[in-house]
């Protein structure tokens, strides 16, 4: 199918970690995506991974892909209440252009 | 910041009417895509503009169209506006060796009543 998953809501609480889960459907993918959106704002490119990657880091982010059964996660350390927001998972489906197919977003809810 | 820019922040317009929205691109970037995010919902590709043209198009019907200028800026034209076109307009724009990179403006919210 077209459809990019991802569980909707996640609470932690402030200083625990976060692990926000997507499956995405084109194995031929070429990057995916974390974006995250805060109330009213547009989308702030988080990080991405090339798909012959296993996993980058880029401080408190960890991103673990796993082609074979197309699930990509997003980890925050030390989950702060700033980090409270929507994250999108996406996958790039280049063919002859960027086409770019957004999840439908994970709220992450961090307790204090 | 991205320096990506997005004109008007919000707009009202009636069922049937047209509108235009506006977007001005990072410096340095000569690809526009454009999306629509519903409310709840992860933003739906429309279509992208490199160096003028369309060279992508997502599952719109015609009477979302779309232009880009020499200096790379763009709009997003809608015609014939239904109930459910209101959304939250996306543009975001990449640079033509990184293209997988696309760094998105803070949106127009359309209503649509």
């Known amino acids: 199918g077209e459809d990019v998953e991802q569980s909707l809501f996640l609470s932690v609480r402030e200083g625990d970690s976060s692990v926000i889960n997507c499956t995405y459907t084109d194995s031929s993918s070429t990057y995916l995506y974390w974006y995250k959106q805060e109330p009213g704002a547009g989308l702030q490119l988080l990080t991405y991974?090339?798909?012959?990657?296993d996993m980058k880091q880029d401080q408190r982010l960890t991103v673990l892909l796993n082609k074979k059964d197309k699930h990509l996660s997003l980890r925050i350390a030390d989950t702060q209440t700033g980090d409270s927001a929507i994250y999108f998972c996406a996958e790039n489906r280049w063919t002859s252009y960027d086409k770019v197919i957004f999840g439908p977003g994970t709220s992450l809810s961090v307790i204090p | 910041e991205t320096g990506v820019t997005q004109s008007p922040t919000h707009l009202i317009k009636t069922r049937g009417q047209q509108v235009t929205l506006r977007c001005s691109s990072q410096s340095g970037h000569n690809t526009v895509s454009w999306y629509q995010q519903a409310l709840g919902q992860g933003p739906q590709f429309i279509f992208q503009?490199?160096?003028?043209?369309?060279?992508g198009r997502g599952n719109f019907p015609p009477r979302f169209s779309g232009l880009q200028f020499p200096n790379y800026s763009s709009e997003l034209n809608v015609n014939a506006l239904e109930l459910d076109d209101s959304a939250l307009y996306l543009c975001a724009s990449s640079s033509e060796d990184r293209g997988y990179e696309q760094y998105f403006g803070p949106g127009t919210r359309l209503t649509v009543t």
């Open positions: 503009y490199y160096r003028e043209e369309e060279n």
């Open positions: 991974i090339f798909s012959n990657m």
